[in-house]
Nanobody, 116 residues
Framework: QVQLVESGGGLVQAGGSLNISCEAS????????MLWYWQAPGKQRELVAG???????TYADSVKGRFTISRDNAKNTLYLQMNNLKPEDTAVYYC??????????WGQGTQVTVSS
């Protein structure tokens, strides 16, 4: 079993930045992929960014050039650096860790609110 604890969300003005993080209770090198999803009010969860064990990154078109996913293996932590935030980025952000056997673990979510 894995516990994921997210932090770093909050309220920011449009154009501002936030760095959210997700700390795992075990070594993150044991995971195949690590992802960030968001869920805006009244909408389904959507994939925002992902990083593989080989450090290959992917991004939703809406955040390319503004968001950066990264990880710190020594701290067992996944990050999402968000720059030039827009009101439409307002959502609850979830980290998801996927194992090589196909199991996935979700964080509790952290609220990001961008005011115009």
């Amino acid at each position: 079993q894995v516990q994921l604890v997210e932090s770093g969300g909050g309220l920011v003005q449009a154009g501002g930045s936030l760095n959210i993080s997700c700390e795992a209770s075990r070594a993150i090198v044991t995971f195949k992929r690590m992802l960030w999803y968001w869920q805006a009010p009244g909408k389904q969860r959507e994939l925002v960014a992902g990083i593989t064990s080989g450090a290959v990154t992917t991004y939703a078109d809406s955040v390319k050039g503004r968001f950066t996913i990264s990880r710190d293996n020594a701290k067992n932590t996944l990050y999402l650096q968000m720059n030039n935030l827009k009101p439409e980025d307002t959502a609850v952000y979830y980290c998801v860790f996927v194992t090589y056997s196909g199991s996935d673990y979700w964080g509790q979510g952290t609220q990001v609110t961008v005011s115009s």
